[in-house]
């Protein structure tokens, strides 16, 4: 998907991470500033607040490929500790 039209950049080359997170039952996709994987739970931004939410994928892209628009994406606050 192509996001120039939505005000996204397309010349800039840089690949980015995103993650899909499930907070709940929804699916939201955010950047992903370091490393995470699959089953991990994070922290994220939501409304006003932040929300806890386990990873469901990652994948690289560069802005044009991106599947939520670079200037509206949020990132990961934090990596949580695995659950025991």
């Known amino acids: 998907m192509i996001h120039s039209l939505s005000g996204g950049v397309?010349?800039?080359?840089?690949?980015?991470?995103?993650?899909?997170?499930?907070?709940?039952?929804?699916?939201?996709?955010?950047?992903?500033p370091f490393a995470v994987k699959a089953g991990d739970r994070v922290l994220v931004p939501l409304g006003g607040g932040t929300a806890e939410g386990e990873v469901e994928r990652t994948e690289d892209c560069s802005p044009a490929t991106a599947p939520v628009s670079l200037k509206r994406a949020r990132e990961i606050l934090a990596l949580l500790p695995k659950n025991s």
Request: charged content about 15%; aromatic content about 18%; glycine content about 8%.
């Open 10 to 32: 397309i010349a800039d080359g840089t690949i980015y991470t995103f993650a899909k997170v499930r907070v709940g039952e929804v699916p939201m996709w955010f950047i992903a």
